[in-house]
């Protein structure tokens, strides 16, 4: 017996802290403000939550239904979960896509989470009093242009302790650190939401009452509901939140017994992280940055929809005018909280590749994990010497690879395993009563949806296929390509020896 097969989650909250946790991450934050000013304000939540009733909770029904179902025949990781779906041999390397993509976004989404540390110190430190908003932004590019040794130090840092955590287990150490992780990101996000809702105009220089932002951000713009850019956005947003299409539920719901209610774990997870995006995410960087720099600033600052402009070289500044006390405990209040929603993200992208060496060549957890954070140091190093690697990352395995890896696993579960076997597994155990609308929308209109999205970003993809590329861009294609093929192989060995046996 395997040692994945061993372990199990010591707790339902547990399980759920965790769930909510891999979907939790710096895009509640940073990115869902972001794409809400740019795309409607208030209207922006209407496709949103049409994606999300439509997308988001159909195909969360989906990843627990194939997880527990994989499971159950000891496979903790998609290639032979979708193998356990269907025989036919694709099914296998489809499955694929839930280890690559785990892996390739850690290269980079490590490094992202390193910088909340860094920026913790440097506000504790009281770094960035006295500095004008154009130097704490000159401090960030300097820093991601690597121009001292600190971020190479602080990422290597961060790595070590996903590996270490990681090699603790599931119950002793993922598990774990989502019930310290998320309190106290909820604790820290509250605090912080009510104090940027609460800002007064003319209390430490702020210009305007922090609920003008709110306003802003909720009043709906209706003129942009119509315009298909936006419905891809929300629907590109709700992918990110809900760590969908990325195998890392698939993981995490294949360790839960085979009678436990699956349904409304995923409801719990979902609406949880639902709160903290759309009501924490929205009342810290946009009230805090109206207040101070007005709402054309603003609008203009969170063009390209990362966020990072305000998270990183802005908050900073406008924390520093609240004095050298308040200062260092929102600085390390805000980046806290993003180290939090960080590494309980990351470390459920650690589990699915884990889980695969352990189920299927028989390596111990602690071999796994430190395998694990060794591919993750050598995929990242492109990312950070290269800010174009690290774009060509995010943009085809944190985008693309996602709507793939969904469009692949909806037509398996509720096609090819057949929607009848696959309503029965999501509602089998069930506390709540699943509304029978859903298993329609699983088979007839989540696919018709994916599709959409997909074929309406074929223009997208082409354009960047043929566009004119650099030494960096085309060394981060090779490498993710030669990624997938790697792993395609682990896969190939890995079934041969069950062949065989």
Same mark, same amino acid.
Request: glycine content about 12%.
């Given at each position: ?9 010591? $707790?339902?909250?547990?399980? +759920?802290? %965790?769930?909510?946790?891999?979907? !939790? ?25 049409? #994606?999300?009733? &439509? ?46 993509? /785990? ?24 770094? *960035? ?26 990422? +290597?840092?961060?790595? !070590? ?31 912080? =939401? ?26 709906? /713009?209706?003129?942009? +509901? ?6 891809? /956005? ?33 409801? $719990? ?9 759309? !009501?924490?995410?929205?009342?810290? @960087? ?6 101070? &720099? ?42 806290? &909280? ?16 884990? =889980?695969?060496?352990?189920? /299927? ?21 492109? #990312? ?20 793939? *890896? ?35 929308? @699983? ?25 004119? +590329?650099?030494? %960096? ?7 993710? !390509? ?20």
């Amino acid at each position: 017996m395997t040692n994945s097969k061993k372990e199990t989650w010591g $707790s339902r909250m547990g399980l +759920i802290l %965790a769930m909510a946790g891999s979907a !939790v991450g710096l895009g509640n934050f940073l990115r869902f403000p972001a794409q809400a000013i740019q795309n409607g304000g208030g209207a922006f939540i209407i496709p949103y939550l049409t #994606c999300f009733v &439509l997308m988001g909770i159909p195909l969360l029904y989906v990843e627990w239904g194939m997880g527990r179902y994989g499971g159950k025949s000891g496979q903790h990781s998609t290639p032979f979960m979708f193998g356990a779906l269907d025989k036919r041999f694709f099914w296998k390397y489809l499955g694929v896509f839930g280890i690559f993509t /785990n892996l390739a976004v850690a290269a980079y989404y490590c490094y992202i989470e390193s910088w909340t540390l860094s920026w913790a110190y440097h506000s504790a430190a009281g770094h *960035f009093l006295g500095q004008t908003q154009g130097q704490v932004a000159a401090f960030f590019n300097t820093y991601v242009g690597l121009g001292t040794s600190e971020p190479v130090m602080f990422w +290597i840092f961060c790595l !070590v302790l996903n590996t270490w955590i990681l090699s603790r287990g599931l119950k002793g150490g993922v598990e774990m650190a989502a019930k310290i992780g998320m309190p106290m990101l909820l604790l820290l996000g509250v605090i912080l =939401a009510i104090r940027g809702v609460t800002l007064s105009a003319g209390s430490h220089g702020a210009i305007y009452d922090g609920v003008i932002g709110l306003n802003y951000l909720w009043q709906p /713009n209706f003129s942009s +509901i119509w315009d298909p850019v936006v419905w891809r /956005n929300a629907a590109g947003q709700i992918f990110f939140t809900l760590s969908l299409g990325m195998g890392s539920i698939h993981c995490y719901a294949s360790y839960v017994k085979s009678k436990d209610d699956i349904a409304l774990n995923a409801m $719990s997870a979902g609406w949880m992280n639902e709160f903290v995006e759309v !009501v924490l995410g929205s009342a810290i @960087i946009i009230p805090i940055a109206v207040g101070y &720099l007005g709402v054309d600033k603003v609008v203009q600052m969170t063009k390209g929809g990362s966020g990072f402009g305000i998270g990183f070289m802005t908050l900073p500044y406008l924390f520093a005018q609240w004095g050298p006390a308040l200062s260092a405990m929102a600085g390390v209040m805000w980046f806290g &909280l993003l180290f939090f929603a960080g590494i309980t993200s990351s470390l459920a992208m650690g589990t699915p590749c884990m =889980a695969f060496m352990e189920d /299927n060549f028989r390596w111990g957890r602690t071999k796994a994990a430190w395998t694990f954070g060794a591919a993750v140091l050598l995929l990242g190093i492109p #990312c950070v010497l290269s800010q174009e690697a690290f774009g060509e990352f995010d943009y085809w395995v944190g985008t693309i690879s996602l709507v793939i *890896f969904a469009m692949a696993e909806i037509i398996l579960f509720a096609w090819v395993f057949g929607m009848e076997k696959g309503w029965k597994e999501i509602t089998r155990g069930a506390d709540i009563k699943v509304p029978i609308a859903f298993k329609y929308i @699983i088979k007839y209109v989540t696919p018709l949806f994916l599709l959409v999205v997909f074929f309406g970003s074929l223009p997208e993809i082409w354009a960047t296929l043929t566009k004119k +590329i650099t030494g %960096a861009v085309l060394f981060a294609r090779i490498l993710m !390509v030669a990624l997938f093929a790697a792993i395609s192989g682990l896969v190939y060995v890995a079934n041969k020896k069950k062949v065989a046996l």
